[in-house]
């Protein structure tokens, strides 16, 4: 199973992307799922998680302007991320889980700048 994300990118402040992150080579839909960002520098957080069920939760910092949404015919999770400011800088990275496995993507970067 690899988790392949894309979607990063340059953007100026205030921008708006869509990251996506698709499970290849697997037979089993994404169970839960997460987005870490990680700037330079600084430790990897969580910034949105989404549940089997669909229930979303957020990082306080990105409430209001983040949305993580899944696909389950695709096999794939989003992330929506809008209002960005030069502080979301960093690389994105997809966290699933399928059948008690977790798994990792190898990052986008996303940088936010005029």
């Known amino acids: 199973v690899q988790l392949v994300e894309s979607g990063g990118g340059l953007v100026q402040p205030g921008g708006s992307l869509r990251l996506s992150c698709v499970a290849s080579?697997?037979?089993?839909?994404?169970?839960?799922a997460n987005w870490y960002r990680q700037a330079p520098g600084k430790r990897r957080e969580l910034v949105a998680a989404?549940?089997?069920?669909?229930?979303?939760n957020y990082a306080d910092s990105v409430k209001g302007r983040f949305t993580i949404s899944r696909d389950n015919a695709k096999n794939t999770v989003y992330l929506q991320v809008s209002s960005l400011k030069p502080e979301a800088t960093a690389v994105y990275y997809c966290?699933?889980?399928?059948?008690?496995?977790?798994?990792w993507g190898q990052g986008t970067q996303v940088t936010v700048s005029a």
């Open positions: 966290n699933a889980w399928i059948r008690s496995l977790s798994y």
């Open positions: 080579g697997s037979i089993f839909i994404i169970d839960a």
């Open positions: 989404i549940t089997s069920g669909g229930s979303t």
